[in-house]
């Protein structure tokens, strides 16, 4: 997928997907996967790593509500990621099938990984 077009639809006005969107224009790396998966599955996973996530005390932007809109959606999404350049913030997408609309997002701080000494 194209930057330009990924940008054109992280166009809502929600937390995650407006930072999405910053952190894309700034440099940030992007993948969106070629196939879409079942939503049931996509949902009992990141619902599973929602709770895995609160327990080590982070709460991720957004991903408690995106499991919800995947699950309301019903159909097939795919997904995709988008990392931070400075490698401090990660975004998780679901798309519908075609990769035409944005169906929930999410974000979360990655943690800080200490450079060995030289």
Do not use: N
Not at 5 to 26: K, N, P, Q
Not at 28 to 35: F, K
Not at 97 to 106: I, R, T, Y
């Amino acid at each position: 997928m194209e930057r330009r077009v990924l940008e054109s639809l992280l166009a809502g006005d929600d937390e995650a997907s407006v930072i999405a969107l910053a952190t894309l224009r700034g440099g940030a790396t992007y993948w969106v996967s070629d196939g879409a998966q079942p939503a049931g599955q996509h949902a009992g996973v990141f619902s599973r790593r929602l709770r895995r996530m609160r327990m080590h005390g982070l709460e991720p932007l957004g991903l408690e509500r995106a499991v919800q809109l995947v699950r309301e959606h019903g159909r097939p999404v795919r997904t995709g990621m988008i990392d931070a350049a400075d490698r401090t913030w990660t975004t998780l997408l679901f798309l519908t099938e075609d990769g035409s609309a944005l169906v929930a997002c999410a974000g979360w701080p990655l943690p800080l990984v200490k450079k060995p000494p030289l």
